[in-house]
């Protein structure tokens, strides 16, 4: 049994920072991409960012890219999302996300995701 708990939301004005974490317990291990990904009322739930965990590889919507930074702590099983800059756009709930054992897919389609968090949210007021 895999669980992934988010951390970290608030409420912020334009322009101000926040770090994001997601702790990850149970078989973890295979684990492809670890992504967050955010859901703002009435939208589709959409790709922010993603870590490739077998290189490291780090891929961005192009909505964040510059603003925000994902990153892992592959021992103890953590994921971050600093963000930088934040706008009123990027208001939602974000979601931990992991791909386990034999599920593949593109990095920033939820559907590609077997594992997911609860969510915390993040409002950025103007």
């Known amino acids: 049994h895999v669980q992934l708990v988010e951390s970290g939301g608030g409420s912020l004005s334009t322009g101000e920072s926040l770090r994001l974490s997601c702790a990850a317990s149970?078989?973890?291990?295979?684990?492809?991409?670890w992504g967050w990904f955010r859901q703002a009322p009435g939208k589709e739930r959409e790709g922010v960012a993603a870590i490739y965990t077998l290189d490291g590889t780090t891929l961005y919507a192009d909505s964040v890219k510059g603003r925000f930074t994902i990153s892992q702590d592959s021992a103890n099983h953590l994921l971050f999302l600093q963000m930088d800059n934040l706008k009123p756009e990027d208001t939602g709930m974000y979601y931990c996300a992991a791909q386990l054992g034999g599920y593949g897919g593109s990095w920033y389609r939820p559907q590609s995701y077997n594992h997911w968090g609860q969510g915390t949210q993040v409002t950025v007021s103007s």
């Open positions: 149970g078989h973890t291990d295979a684990n492809r991409y």
